[in-house]
């Protein structure tokens, strides 16, 4: 029987339906390298999908989860810190910062459009509760027709992408964010903030 610190963890993620293979996505390829390349770059917190109505972005970012590596992650920790960093979370130093490790999926969490800038962020509270940018860190994060968020969400996770953190929690994220053309533009400085972009046709 496999030791309980060794067992891995699900992937978190709201999403609902199976996700689409993303090797079964037909054509795409700039779409593609770009989220590939967010993988294996670490430089590379924020890609920007844009492009016209069911070109597949949402598709084919969502597809992407399921080829994200495991990883090693500090047991019992609610946004998977790593077990020999010196900075942990508020988690694991109210626990004593334990050094046992599991295994884990590389989260993957999409956010909605109706979440509050403390939904992202995590409430208040001794000890705090970490929001959906610290549950997925070391992972990503999609955010479906950004442009229809407001600007002070799309700020907060855009912060959190360069910062690394997302109030008091570690929120090391990449950003997959997609816009469709014919619902409104994005304001120029927030889509010069994406370290990368690439267009659906």
Known sequence: ????????????????????PFAGVVSQNAVKRALLLSVVNPRITSVLLTGERDT???TTARGL???LPQMDVAEGCPV?????????CPACKAAGNPQAKARASMPFVEIPISASAEKLAGGKGTPPKPGLLARANRGFVL?????LFSEELLETVLDATENRK???WPAAITLIATMNDDEGE?????RRRFVLRASAH
């Open 1 to 20: 029987m496999a030791d309980e610190a060794t067992k891995s963890k699900r992937r978190p993620s709201s999403a609902g339906d199976p996700p689409f």
């Open 56 to 58: 597949g972005k949402r």
């Open 65 to 67: 989860a399921e080829l």
């Open 80 to 88: 998977y810190c790593i077990p020999t960093a010196r900075e942990r």
């Open 143 to 147: 955010m479906e027709r950004t442009n």
């Open 166 to 168: 997302a109030g008091a």
């Open 186 to 190: 994005l304001a120029e400085e927030m």
